[in-house]
Every structure is written in structure tokens, then in C-alpha cells.
């Protein structure tokens, strides 16, 4: 079979591997059907992630079709529709034992760490397979399931309710659908962005206030809708240190502040602000127990689903695919690989 791998930075090849097989009887075998590039993947390839270990096959946004299953598999068959959720953890540490499975001690991140999904087959343990209505959305619809999960874990995070003000800083693939989901759940919804194609995608998805913070005063547009008192809720997909250093000082009382980005350098916090207006910061990684939400979700949101999708390549074109996603004059977003 075919699987996409990376051998080192900047080195990164489709060649034959030998069919997996099924070694334990709570596991199935799954051909993969179409798989979306994350950002990581492309911090992967280009050798700036500091976790990966080479070589390793990328991916970990994907669907997928059930070929077989282990003895103890007796809920899915042959012919069912699933996605993946790409993480293991030991079950053991604390972080799994309250219910934080997704900060393991001993995690491992599929296409990173350990072998990911672009591959033609691939299997995986039943507890980490989700099943979805095929008629419902299309295999390529459903790569997104994976990062909406992170949307669904951070706005869990940052508590979300109906009435909420969020703001998002960044309108990149994962701002976008963290706003989404925000928006799904009753909040009216900030977006700053100033790249002017992805600001109009943030429209096209209804959101609420869509900014250009190079053209707009931001803090005087969240002073004008919430008469000073500030926005309840904020998150960062865009990473800049100045906007995160700034979010105490947009945030309301009480207010929350989930921070999504890997900052290079530590950034300072006015803890004098964070104490007078009893913030809350909330860190946030991968997900947990999100994909039955999202399972259900998705369908109601193919319109944005497909507006996200602005390219789709057979893997064979999986360099062609890299450098559009790479380039900035391309207008991708989220780029999904299809396996025959």
C-alpha cells in the first residue's frame, strides 16, 4: 500500500509499506478515504516540530471505510463510515485519570510521534474509531470532524454559553471553526483578522463582528458593544505576543482567556489584571470525547465545511498539495487528500 512519509526535514516521499494487520481483537482495519493537512503536518515536514520523531508517516485529520474487525469488535462491520481520533494515552497518569486524557504524560500524537493516517490503510484500536452517516456528509466532508474536535475542545475550555461575547484572534482554518462552534453555541462572535480574503470567509461563515484590526480600532469596537466592560471570552489562533499580553485588558470580570497558540518565547501576564478581574486562563490541547459531538454537528455545518475545503488533491499529488497549502497566494485553507 501507499503511505506518505516524512524521513526527515524537508524529506518527504510516497512509497510502499506492507498491508497492516490486525494483532489484537478490539482493533480494525480501516481503508482511508480522504485526509485533511494540518498545520502540524507541514511543521512536520519542514523540521520545526520539536517533538517528531523520523521517519513517520503524516496525518491525522481522516475518514475512512471499515474493511475487517478484531473477535471483540461487534459494533461496527465491514462497509461502516468512520473518522479517527489521533491521539494514545496510557490511562494511567493523572492527567488520564481525571479525565485528561488529551495532556497524557505519555501522549502520543498520530503523524507526529507515532505513524499517522496518510496512508491507504491503517488500524486502529475501536475505542479511537467514530462512526458516521455516509449519507449524511462525504468522506472528505468528514476529514474536518478531527478539527472541529479542537474547536468543540476549546470552546469547552473557555466555557462558552448563549449571550457570550467572544473574541477570536486569528481567521485561519482553526479561528474560523473555533468562532463556528462558538457561534453554534449562542455566543456573538468577534473575529480579528487582517487579511482581507480570509475577513471574508468570516463573513461568509455569518459571524457577527468581523475586524480588521489594522483598519477598525478593535478595543474601541468592544468598548462600543459591551459599554467598557469587555468581551467574556478570548482566544488566540494567531500567536502574536502583543495580542495575547493584551486579552487581560479586553477581558470582562470574570472573563476567560484560552490561549491555542505554542508561543517560541514566554509572555507576560498582568497578574494585577488578571486578579481584579478574576480571570480565568485556560490552556488547551487536542481534545477528549469530542467526536460524538461532532459527529452529530457536522452535518448542520457543510455549508462552512465546504467554503474550509478550497482544495482537494489525489495523495499521489501530495507535494503539489503541501506547496499550495505553503503558498500564500494560493487562497487555501484546509487542503484534504483523497486515496482511491
Known sequence: MKA???RGAMDMVMEDRPMPQITAPDQVLVRVHAAGICGSDVHVYHGTNPFAKYPVVLGHEASGEIVE?????????AGDSVVFEPIRYCGKCYACRTGHHNVCRELKVLGC?????FQEYVVMPRSQVYQFDASKMTYQQAALCEPYTIGAQATSRGDVQPGDLVLVHGAGPIGLIVADVAKSKGAKVIISEPNEKRL?????????????????????????LTEGEGV?????????????????????????FVPMTFGKEPIPVDFKTVNAKQLTILGTRHQYQKFPEIVELLPQ?????????????????YKKAFDTLADPGSGACKVVLTFA
Open 4 to 6: 506518505i512519509v516524512v
Open 69 to 77: 474487525t478484531g473477535q471483540a469488535v461487534s459494533d461496527l462491520k
Open 113 to 117: 510521534i507515532v505513524d499517522g493516517i
Open 200 to 224: 471574508e470567509m468570516a463573513k461568509a461563515f455569518g459571524l457577527d463582528y468581523p475586524v480588521n484590526p489594522m483598519k477598525q480600532d478593535l478595543d474601541q469596537l468592544i468598548s462600543d
Open 232 to 256: 467574556n471570552v478570548i482566544f488566540d489562533a494567531a500567536g502574536v505576543p502583543a495580542i495575547i499580553a493584551h486579552a487581560v485588558d479586553q477581558l470582562s470580570p470574570a472573563g476567560r
Open 301 to 317: 455545518k457543510l455549508d462552512h465545511v465546504d467554503m474550509l475545503t478550497t482544495h482537494i488533491f489525489p495523495a499521489e499529488e
